[in-house]
C-alpha cells in the first residue's frame, strides 16, 4: 500500500516523468483485472474440490450480504437527493465494500485462526457467484446511462464481471483435473498467489489515491467516506460472528462476510460508479488488515506463543 502511494506520487508531481505517467496509467487500468484473475485462478487451483460442501453458515450470510446490498440501493435511490453528488458518493463507496465478494485471502486467514478451510473456501466459491449476479443488477440502477439501457448495461457488465470471478474458478478446477503437470508447477510456487495479491494491492492503493487527488472533493466528504467504511467493516465482522455461533463457525462466517477482495471493490468502484466512490473501499483494505492483524495477535496469546 505503501509502495503504490510512493509510486504514484514520484510519477504524478515530478515533470521529468509525466510523459512516463500518461504511458503507463492505462497499461495499469488494464492489468489489474488480470491480477484479479490470476490470484482466484492460482487460489482454486490449490483446493480440494471433493471436500466443499454448502453449509447453513453459507445461506445466511449471502443472505445478509444480499439484505446489506438492497438497504443500501434503496437508500440511494430514495433517500438520497440526486443533486447531493457528495451523499450518492459516500453510498456508492459503502456499496462496493458490501457487494464485493470474499476475498480470496480470507480462507487463508480463516486457517491461521483455526477455522475451516475448505467451508471457507465454499463459500468464497459461493461468494463470488453471488456477486457475479448482484453487480449486473445493482449498479445500473445505481448510475443511470443516458446511452445505454439497463439490459445493456447488465450484459456488459455481467461479462466482465463473469470474466473475472466465475472464469478462473472452473479453470482452476479444469487445471487440477485434467492438467496435472502445469497443475503441479503451479502449486509447487508457494505463496504465488500471496505474490499476486501484493502486486494488485499496489497498484488499487496508487489507483485510490491518484482518485483522492484528482477528486477535488471536500476534505469532510473523504474523511466521512473513511468513517463510515471504518463502522461497516466493524458491522460486518460482527454480523458475521453472531450468525456463525448458530453453527459453531465464527472464525470461518466472521470472515466470511467481513474480509473482502477490496482489490474487486475498487475496480468496481472506478469503472462502473463515481471514481473517487474508490476511496471507500480504498480504506477498508485498511480497516479490515487491522482486524485481522488484531484476530491473529489475539490467537496467538490464546495458543500462549
Same mark, same amino acid.
Given at each position: ?49 471433493? $471436500? ?38 459516500? !453510498? ?7 457487494? @464485493? ?57 455481467? $461479462?466482465?464481471? @463473469? ?9 482452476? !478446477? ?80 466472521? $470472515? ?8 474487486? @471493490? ?20 485498511? !480497516? $479490515? ?7 491473529? !495477535? ?8
Amino acid at each position: 500500500m505503501g509502495l503504490g502511494t510512493l509510486l504514484y506520487i514520484l510519477f504524478a508531481f515530478t515533470p521529468e516523468l509525466e510523459e512516463a505517467s500518461r504511458f503507463f496509467e492505462p497499461i495499469f487500468d488494464e492489468i489489474l483485472p488480470l491480477f484479479m484473475f490470476l490470484i482466484l485462478f492460482v487460489t482454486f487451483c490449490k483446493v480440494d474440490f471433493h $471436500q466443499m460442501r454448502l453449509e447453513p453458515w453459507h445461506f445466511w450470510i449471502s443472505l445478509f450480504q444480499i439484505l446489506f446490498v438492497l438497504i443500501i440501493v434503496g437508500i440511494i435511490l430514495f433517500a438520497t437527493d440526486p443533486n447531493d453528488t457528495n451523499t450518492k458518493i459516500m !453510498w456508492e463507496g459503502i456499496l462496493c465494500c458490501v457487494i @464485493a465478494p470474499c476475498a480470496a485471502a480470507a480462507a487463508v486467514v480463516t486457517t491461521k485462526l483455526g477455522g475451516n478451510l475448505n467451508s471457507m473456501t465454499t463459500f468464497t466459491f459461493l461468494s463470488n457467484f453471488v456477486t457475479a449476479l448482484m453487480i449486473p443488477i445493482v449498479f445500473p440502477l445505481v448510475e443511470k446511462s443516458a446511452h445505454i439501457s439497463f439490459l445493456t448495461a447488465f450484459w456488459i457488465i455481467l $461479462q466482465r464481471v @463473469a470474466l473475472i470471478l466465475v472464469v478462473p474458478l472452473l479453470m482452476g !478446477w479444469f487445471v487440477k483435473h485434467h492438467m496435472h503437470r502445469l497443475h503441479r508447477r503451479i502449486i509447487s510456487i508457494p505463496d504465488l498467489g500471496f505474490y499476486f495479491w501484493g502486486i494488485s494491492l499496489a497498484i488499487v492503493t496508487g489507483t485510490t489515491v491518484k482518485n483522492i487527488v484528482n477528486s477535488h472533493s471536500p476534505v469532510i466528504l473523504l474523511l466521512l467516506i473513511a468513517a463510515v467504511s471504518l463502522l461497516l467493516c466493524f458491522v460486518q465482522f460482527m454480523v458475521g460472528k453472531y450468525v456463525g455461533r448458530f453453527f459453531h463457525s465464527t472464525i470461518e462466517a466472521g $470472515q466470511a462476510l467481513g474480509q473482502k477482495n477490496t482489490a474487486f @471493490a475498487i475496480w468496481i468502484a472506478y469503472t462502473y460508479l463515481n471514481p473517487v466512490a474508490s476511496v471507500g473501499p480504498g480504506c477498508y483494505i485498511l !480497516w $479490515q488488515n487491522i482486524v485481522n492483524s488484531w484476530e491473529l !495477535w489475539q490467537q496467538r496469546r490464546k495458543n500462549g506463543k
